[in-house]
């Protein structure tokens, strides 16, 4: 039931191999409360804007952009994700 169908490997920084870039970015606006996804390729400059609407956290907003990277990428037998996440406390 919980079989797992990929691999996880981190590669030493010198192994790294660079065949173009797709860069990601979830959102939501401190003055609206709308949240979005983009998607940049860096190769053929394509940009993606996905609206998420008003109850899509950031970090949804985060993921769901990272499976829009996998979807245009599906068809790489392997693919690097490079993630960064921004980590907010936030005390009432």
Not at 7 to 33: A, E, K
């Amino acid at each position: 039931m919980f079989d797992k169908n990929y691999t996880t490997f981190v590669p030493d920084r010198s192994d790294w191999q660079y065949n173009g870039f797709i860069f990601t970015d979830g959102s939501r606006s401190d003055h609206s409360p709308l949240a979005g996804a983009g998607v940049y390729v860096q190769t053929d400059g394509e940009e993606l804007v996905f609206p998420l609407g008003h109850h899509t956290t950031v970090f949804q907003a985060e993921v769901y952009a990272q499976l829009i990277c996998a979807k245009l990428e599906n068809l790489c037998t392997e693919i690097t994700v490079l993630l960064q996440f921004a980590l907010t406390v936030w005390r009432p």
